[in-house]
């Protein structure tokens, strides 16, 4: 009598990791598109310097640095920014190519 209730209750333990699972990979594959629009990329690393106040280098895993303009929305994350950069925390940027090879920052956390 017990080994139905057993299976039945491990089942329905593993039913709701499995859908919680899809749902925290559905939230984090739709989240930044519908944060940011469909034209946002993103880039991922350690941000190695910030100059002018108004531009940050960020380092990727794959070892490439690349240079953001920001925005007046990442004007405000300026301290935020600069928390990360002394921390060498891995930070998000989310950004839209621009003219002459500039990347421009949207968000940055």
Known sequence: MRAPRVTAAIFVLLLIGIVSLGAIGLVDWIGPVEAHGNTVEHARGTILQQSNGTSFTLLTKSGKQLTFQCTSNCDVQLQHIKRH?????????????????????????
């Open 85 to 109: 950069q002394t921390e060498h925390a891995f930070t998000d940027v989310y950004y839209v190519p621009g003219s002459n090879h500039t990347l421009i920052a949207v968000d940055v956390d």
